[in-house]
Structure formats: C-alpha cells, structure tokens
C-alpha cells in the first residue's frame, strides 16, 4: 500500500509545482507541422521530450498504412522518450486519411507503384525534420512500420544521408535493388518470423540487394511473430497473418533503441559509416 501511497504522493508534488495532471506524468510535446513536397500539402507531427536542451538526433517516422493515426503518434510518442526528435512523416497528403484497411490498401498502393513519387514524399518529411533547430542535422535516421518501413528503406534507397533506418515488420521488396548502392548509413530490419505477406523471397531477395552494395546491415526474426507485431490493435490471432506479440514487440523496440545509440554515437565520435 505504502509503495501506491508515495507514487500518488510524487504526482500530487509534481502536480502542485507545474500546475497540470499531464506534465506530471509525461513532458513529451507534440506539435502538428504543415508542409509540402512539390504542389501537395502535407501535415505532419513533430515529437519531442521538452526536458532535453540542446541539439538531439533526429528520426523520420513513416507510419503504416493508416497514415497518420493515433497509432502512428503513440509509435512516436515511444520514440521520442528515448532522448530523440521525431517527426512523423504524412505519406498520403493533408486531405487522405484511410478510414479502413480497404482505403489503406488503396492509397498505399499509389506509392507502391511510384517509387519515385513515394521517395519524394518521405524525402520532403526528411528535409522538414532538419529544419528543427533543436535537430542535429548530421545524426539523423528513419524508421517505419508496415507500409512504413518500405518507405523508410526507400528514403535509404534515395540517398538520403542518413547515419541509420529502421524496419519493423516492414515491407523489403524494390522494384530497383540496384539503389542500394546509395545507402549511406546502417540498415536494421525486424521482421515476424512468420510473417506471411514479408515472404521468405522477400527476405532472401533483400538480402542478396545488401549484399550486393555491401551495405551494413542486420536482421533480426522474431519467433512466432508474424505481421504488425508492434500494433495492439491487430489482435492475438496469428492465423489472421496480423497479430500483435508483445514479446517480440518489448525485444524489438530495444533492438532498436540499442541500433540507435550505436549509430549515434559513431557519428558524434567521428567514426565511418
């Protein structure tokens, strides 16, 4: 008892001295940002812990397919506690936010089909990111969920200066593996074992594109873990193809925070990439 009465003692102190219930838990900000790529208006969010000072690295965070979700800002909300500026990149556009996995599949299927287009829009998120001052510009990664990660590793793809990216339960195919020559900094990928719509050709033809351009890369598979296993709302059914795993979940987000704080911290220590 005494261990719940000293907790609710400690956010009643905080309470009383910032003058909200919010802050007293939490003192991570989000603020939504406008912006464009070409003609399209966009509108993402920037994520951060406002107890940091200084210059922090900065993460472009492309969501799944549902765009910009309450989902996608609890991902970066998670993110950002780490000590990390995350923006949250708006793929679809200011006026397009699926209502359902059928319009998902749609407009997804739009930036599927244009690599060009997609890496410009995840490009234009990137360059928003850096306009932060509170970003350091030269330790800067990505990462992306689902449709996400597809993204993420398409702005790797691009050229994008990038010191990192991150996939989880993400799409690996390109049309032009020969892209990956362009990849500047590491790759992690965190893949469901049995994930069926990531197939198994997927992962070997992926693997063969990083081999190829001698990139550094990793990947991990998480046992019984199969397609969106970071996601709450995709249920315990794993015969569904989608199905959250909160195990795999707990060990892939430190896979990745420890991802992070190599890569970061090579680049402050001035070591290659």
């Not at 993400?170 to 074992?193: F, M, R, S, W, Y």
């Amino acid at each position: 008892m005494s261990r719940f009465l000293n907790l609710a003692t400690a956010i009643a102190i905080s309470t009383l001295a910032t003058g909200t219930l919010e802050t007293a838990w939490s003192a991570v900000k989000s603020q939504t940002i406008a912006y464009k790529q070409d003609t399209a208006s966009l509108e993402g969010m920037l994520v951060r812990e406002t107890s940091l000072k200084g210059k922090q690295p900065g993460i472009v965070l492309v969501p799944d397919w549902m765009g910009m979700s309450d989902q996608a800002k609890a991902y970066a909300e998670r993110v950002a506690k780490l000590g990390y500026i995350v923006f949250v990149a708006d793929i679809y556009g200011k006026a397009t936010r699926p209502k359902d996995m059928k319009e998902a599949a749609t407009v997804s299927g739009i930036y599927k089909n244009d690599r060009n287009l997609m890496q410009a829009r995840v490009r234009s998120a990137y360059d928003q990111l850096i306009k932060s001052p509170n970003v350091d510009a030269g330790r800067v990664a990505a990462m992306g969920y689902c449709f996400g990660g597809g993204v993420a590793l398409e702005l790797a793809r691009s050229g994008a200066p990038l010191n990192g990216v991150v996939s989880i339960h993400g799409n690996l195919d390109t049309p032009h593996p020969e892209q990956a020559k362009n990849i500047k900094g590491e790759v992690l990928v965190l893949h469901g074992a049995d994930d069926p719509f990531v197939t198994e050709d997927q992962v070997k033809a992926f693997t063969e594109e990083m081999r190829s351009a001698a990139v550094d890369w990793r990947l991990t598979k998480f046992g019984g873990a199969v397609h969106a296993f970071t996601n709450p709302s995709a249920g315990s059914d794993n015969s569904k193809g989608m199905a959250y795993n909160a195990k795999a979940d707990k060990r892939s987000f430190q896979e990745m925070a420890d991802f992070y704080q190599e890569v970061f911290a090579a680049k402050s220590a001035g070591t290659p990439r």
